[in-house]
T-cell receptor, first 113, second 112 residues
């Protein structure tokens, strides 16, 4: 069994400020890790994923996440946020031997002008 | 074509109605998924189809009946739903199991 914890339900941040969205997971086996973004009234879009290799993964729009096995974390960061980053962000984990993706409860990022 | 489409976008139905949600992809993906997302909650997996066969049923009530008529289509038949079934229903597909899932925009269902 696996689980995902996103401790912050809402994160307000001023435009052009840095942000970190926290994600911790638990699993008895090796996992794949994902961050999804959901804009209002839309479906989910994959932001970035960690499957193997380099522990630092980056997306095309400036977000990055670092897999930390010892701390079982996969925090999402961006050095400078934009208004358009306002959305709900879901961390997710998938057991490598099973196709189920388990989502965290989500963090609502509110960028303030 | 790199998208998953879902119809209708919105659906309002009574508890005695029978309706269907449709999902389509033309990416050649062989795995397709149904998720349910309640307001302010994360998506929850309902069903997984792999090569047009039901692979996973996450203990979903029988008033939800999935169908995969071919490799591009996935339906979710609804019958005798309850108001608590009101939610956003998301369809996703992936090249195969464990590959990246592409999500559709969802169907927002309201049961009166």
């Amino acid at each position: 069994a696996q689980s995902v914890t996103q401790l912050d339900s809402q994160v307000p941040v001023f435009e052009e400020a840095p942000v970190e969205l926290r994600c911790n997971y638990s699993s008895s086996v090796s996992v794949y890790l994902f961050w999804y973004v959901q804009y209002p009234n839309q479906g989910l879009q994959l932001l970035l994923k960690y499957l193997s290799g380099s522990t630092l993964v980056e997306s095309i729009n400036g977000f990055e996440a670092e897999f930390n096995k010892s701390q079982t974390s996969f925090h999402l960061r961006k050095p400078s946020v934009h208004i358009s980053d306002t959305a709900e962000y879901f961390c997710a984990v998938s057991d490598r031997g099973y196709q189920k993706v388990t989502f965290g409860t989500g963090t609502k990022l509110q960028v303030i002008p | 074509d790199t998208e998953v489409t879902q119809t209708p976008k919105h659906l309002v139905m009574g508890m005695t109605n029978k309706k269907s949600l449709k999902c389509e992809q033309h990416m050649g993906h062989r795995a397709m998924y149904w998720y349910k997302q309640k307001a302010k909650k994360p998506p929850e997996l309902m069903f997984v189809y792999s090569y047009e066969k039901l692979s996973i049923n996450e203990s979903v009530p029988s008033r939800f009946s999935p169908e995969c008529p071919n490799s591009s289509l996935l339906n979710l038949h609804l019958h005798a739903l309850q108001p608590e079934d009101s939610a956003l229903y998301l369809c996703a597909s992936s090249q195969d199991l464990l590959y990246r899932q592409f999500f559709g925009p969802g169907t927002r269902l309201t049961v009166l």
